[in-house]
């Protein structure tokens, strides 16, 4: 027979239970789905910009895209992070909500206080959200940019590494979302599914830190003490930011991450993160980051 836990103890399980919140992953499905349709062209632009080749600028990118493939180019792999990328950013928003919203009240442990921010617990949310991220998003992430990839001009003279097929983009490698999971899975078991998972990691948990942690604290410093919640201006303007912050510092490693996905299409160029750096580095040193830190637009 167990013993009964204490009256108290019951009762800060009842709050805590009682402070998770549906909302939380609903409003993230909404807020996931909106940004895919609206970010997607300019993903596919980053995208090929991290990880294709022949292209100056950004400018230069759309056009040559466009030129290339048409309007429709811009939407290539669309299909699979609409209909995957919602449930992962309600996942994301609601773990890193209600993991802050727990952390705050099993420290308070007074149902009448409302949670207060805390760093600490702000960080190790946001820590949650990363980790948690890479576990639904690597595979997401990765059939999206194969997606993106496949019609890009190969040369092979440039890599000096043995093609995986024999004729090379004369046909795109995947012909859908479902025939690039089987092709990966079939020539890379499940592991390859997470393939650039590690860079991800890397990419997400200080992103995810750099951007929860900025925007409770801005929307609350924007927020007058009157309001019982911050305004949709505060929030734009809170997210706005957070954001640029985030992503301007996630992008080195989001580059990695988006070569390393890449990668594999036709040939196996990096043998991993540190490999990629330093391929990276040797062919395009820091200066090659510019452009796309000004292409990159963080969706996902």
Not at 101 to 130: I, K, N, T, W, Y
Not at 220 to 234: K, Q
Request: hydrophobic content about 40%; some cysteine; charged content about 15%.
């Amino acid at each position: 027979m167990g013993t009964n836990p204490a009256p108290g103890a019951r009762g800060a399980a009842a709050r805590a239970m009682g402070n998770f919140q549906l909302e939380d992953f609903v409003a993230g499905w909404i807020g996931g789905a909106a940004s895919v349709i609206v970010g997607h062209p300019l993903d596919t632009v980053k995208a090929r910009l991290q990880a294709g080749n022949g292209y100056g600028s950004t400018l230069s990118c759309i056009r040559t895209v466009y030129r290339r493939e048409s309007v429709f180019g811009f939407f290539k792999g669309m299909s699979f992070p609409l209909a995957s990328i919602a449930v992962y950013n309600s996942v994301v928003f609601g773990v890193f909500s209600n993991t802050q919203r727990f952390l705050s009240h099993h420290r308070c442990q007074e149902p009448e206080a409302g949670p207060h921010h805390v760093l600490s617990d702000l960080l190790l949310a946001s820590m949650v959200a990363g980790v948690v991220s890479v576990g639904l998003g690597a595979p997401v992430d990765l059939i999206k940019i194969r997606l993106q990839m496949q019609t890009q001009p190969f040369q092979e003279a440039s890599l000096g590494v043995k093609p995986r097929v024999a004729a090379l983009g004369e046909q795109p490698a995947y012909q859908g979302p479902v025939h690039c999971i089987a092709t990966i899975v079939r020539t890379e078991g499940l592991a390859g599914l997470y393939r650039g998972a590690s860079a991800m990691l890397l990419r997400d948990v200080p992103g995810y830190c750099l951007y929860f942690i900025p925007y409770v604290f801005l929307s609350d410093w924007i927020t007058p003490d009157a309001h019982a919640g911050p305004s949709p201006c505060a929030v734009w303007l809170a997210g706005g930011m957070a954001g640029a912050i985030s992503w301007g510092t996630a992008t080195p490693m989001d580059v990695v991450k988006s070569r390393m996905q890449a990668d594999g299409v036709y040939v196996n160029k990096y043998k991993g993160v540190l490999d990629c750096i330093s391929q990276s580095y040797q062919k395009e040193g820091l200066k090659g980051q510019d452009h796309l830190t000004r292409a990159s637009f963080r969706y996902s």
